[in-house]
């Protein structure tokens, strides 16, 4: 594929629609419709994410025996979805502390000890731009209700035996399933 511009077409609160021309090896030119996090797009160079837009947490409990996932109402599919906390990097943050305080925010919880990060990757490849990076850590306190009025979070413990049933009945975001899933059998 050949890059052949971009053109913005919608500035939202938090998003950007841009419609991105491609030719293809037989000649034609492809328009894909994508979003992104950065409203400023102009070139090919600005289509990659430099910088992660949000923060993963991938949290156990002090032994290590429960994941944390959150069953939060995701307005876009209007339906609960069970996924790890997670949230935007607020300008002058690193990713550490905008973990610290999405968990905090999310579910109540200290994220106490941070033991790795899994590198910067794609939130939703198929239609755009916006990175993330995972936070691993370990996490501790009593659950308390989201600080966001717009955010329905019901945050849990599970085991690996529970996440085993979860994977085999309930929605899940793609990372948090696959990455559950493994966990799982492990």
Not at 50 to 73: P, Y
Not at 99 to 117: F, H, K, N
Not at 118 to 141: K, L
Not at 142 to 167: D, N, R
Request: charge should be negative; hydrophobic fraction near 35%.
């Amino acid at each position: 594929m050949k890059f052949v511009g971009i053109k913005r077409c919608h500035t939202g609160k938090f998003i950007t629609r841009y419609d991105v021309k491609y030719e293809t090896e037989d000649g034609n030119i492809k328009n894909y419709e994508m979003i992104s996090r950065n409203p400023d797009i102009d070139s090919f160079e600005k289509l990659h994410g430099k910088v992660a837009d949000a923060v993963v947490i991938i949290a156990t409990d002090e032994s290590s025996e429960r994941i944390l996932i959150n069953r939060e109402f995701r307005l876009a599919p209007g339906e609960w979805v069970y996924n790890f906390p997670a949230g935007l990097i607020d300008p002058g943050e690193e990713p550490e502390q905008s973990a610290v305080r999405e968990l905090m925010e999310e579910t109540g919880l200290e994220l106490y000890s941070i033991e790795d990060y899994i590198g910067t990757s794609y939130s939703a490849v198929g239609f755009s731009n916006e990175t993330n990076v995972c936070v691993v850590g370990r996490a501790r306190g009593e659950f308390k209700p989201s600080t966001s009025v717009v955010e329905e979070i019901e945050a849990g413990w599970y085991t690996k035996e529970e996440v085993k049933k979860l994977l085999k009945t309930e929605k899940f975001a793609a990372r948090t399933q696959a990455y559950c899933y493994l966990w799982s059998r492990s």
